[in-house]
């Protein structure tokens, strides 16, 4: 024996209205979402990137300034120019990923030029 879908809903929604802490037809509307960021246009995205360090040109001393990072992630930082993306750090070997966690947002790899 099948009970029709919506013979069971209708069951459902009746009992909800009997029983209480369950869902009720009075409650009220759902609690406004946090505010989200708008969308970054092109050109916001460029202005905020420029505030972080580019990992392709950044002095030794610049790099050793990051939380972190000693002479020797320096070095092997500096060793494996260039990079792509930022996350080439892990992947290659060159940070552990503990490291890269606490400068991933504070560093970016653009693309070097031709």
Known sequence: ?????????????TASLFLPGTLSITQS????????KPAQSISE?????????DINTATAAQLKALPGMGDEY????IAGRPYTA???LTTRGILPQS???QI?????AHRPKP
């Open 1 to 13: 024996m099948s009970i029709p879908r919506s013979s069971f809903l209708a069951a459902i929604l």
């Open 29 to 36: 509307a759902p609690a406004a979402s946090p505010a989200t």
């Open 45 to 53: 995205k460029i202005a905020a990137s420029k505030s972080l360090l």
């Open 74 to 77: 320096v070095r092997r930082i």
């Open 86 to 88: 930022k996350n080439q």
């Open 99 to 101: 490291a890269y966690e």
């Open 104 to 108: 991933r947002e504070l560093i970016i």
